[in-house]
């Protein structure tokens, strides 16, 4: 599975960012999607995941309400809707899949990984 990320950006706080993941290589219902980020000097931690067949999503706590992850069938596409940014919510965002469907929020439990997108939040 190759994953590209695309839609980092810079924003003030209280603004709204999309970030997209573009995939390909695999059958498209036949893996969960991620969305992790890390900031500096800290380690990578879960934001939001989807399975296969969009029946299930997580959300870690502090994004709960404020983002929204989707995914897109015809463009093979994950996105993730970010709004009221807080300054804290400054990293770099990682699109990742994992073999199976079922969505987890482990990092380990996901074997492919894209290139990050950076995002910045100001106040």
């Known amino acids: 599975v190759q994953l590209v990320e695309s839609g980092g950006g810079l924003v003030q706080a209280g603004g709204s960012l999309r970030l997209s993941c573009a995939t390909s290589?695999?059958?498209?219902?036949?893996?969960?999607l991620g969305w992790f980020r890390q900031a500096p000097g800290k380690e990578r931690e879960f934001v939001a995941a989807?399975?296969?067949?969009?029946?299930?999503?997580y959300y870690q706590d502090s994004v709960k309400g404020r983002f929204t992850i989707s995914r897109d069938n015809a463009k093979r596409a994950v996105n993730l809707q970010m709004s009221s940014l807080k300054p804290e919510d400054t990293a770099v965002y990682y699109c990742a899949a994992r073999d199976g469907p079922v969505a987890r929020t482990e990092t380990g439990a996901y074997q492919y990984w894209g290139q990050g997108t950076q995002v910045t939040v100001s106040s």
């Open positions: 290589g695999r059958t498209w219902d036949t893996y969960a």
């Open positions: 989807i399975s296969g067949s969009d029946t299930t999503i």
